[in-house]
């Protein structure tokens, strides 16, 4: 009687043992998956940094930082800064890390060949207007970052690359 009580205990604590070694908060790729994501601190400073340029430079603008899923992690907006720049920096930055390139690389390829317009129109996320950065750190896209209210889309990308320069991203 005792015996098979203890088989149970033993054949349990194995099971147990195995569930906790394959769960994926303890294996080892895990580790990886962590290194891939952009944590919320460096999506602030990011963000704060192609701010603080726009506005040394003397333009209101918003600035938005999405996540390797294209979902919003940060987003902040210059006093005086238009309506519409929150939504286009969201939209840019969105652009820019699902199509892992510079929305103004890609709105001077679509303009290049008009075959190429369909890309702007995939979904209503889309922009291809410049000022959004695909966010690779280490090799790894880990999001992407959108400037938008600069008189020139020129202007937002330099206030972008900022963002990207104060993490160490390229």
């Known amino acids: 009687m005792f015996m098979p009580c203890f088989k149970k205990i033993k054949t349990s604590v194995v099971v ?3 569930m906790f070694v394959l769960s994926p908060a303890h294996s080892v790729s895990a580790g990886l998956l962590d290194a891939k994501a952009l944590p919320l601190e460096m999506a602030q400073k990011a963000a704060n940094s192609a701010l603080k ?3 040394t430079d003397g333009y209101k603008v ?3 930082v999405v996540d390797s899923g294209g979902n919003l992690k940060v987003v902040v907006k210059a006093d005086g800064a238009g309506p ?3 939504d286009s920096s969201i939209r840019k930055a969105y652009t820019a890390n699902s199509l892992k390139r510079s929305t103004q690389e890609l709105a001077e390829m679509i303009a290049k060949v008009p075959a190429l317009h ?3 129109k995939m979904n209503d996320n ?3 207007l410049g000022g959004g950065l695909p966010v690779i750190v280490e090799k790894h896209l880990v999001g992407g970052i959108g400037v938008g209210g600069a008189p020139g ?3 937002d990308e330099a206030c972008a690359k900022k963002g990207l320069e104060s993490i160490g991203a390229e």
């Open 16 to 18: 147990l043992s195995l």
């Open 53 to 55: 340029q726009c506005e």
């Open 62 to 64: 918003s600035v938005a």
């Open 84 to 86: 519409h720049t929150t």
């Open 118 to 120: 369909s890309l702007g």
């Open 126 to 128: 889309i922009l291809m």
């Open 153 to 155: 889309a020129h202007l």
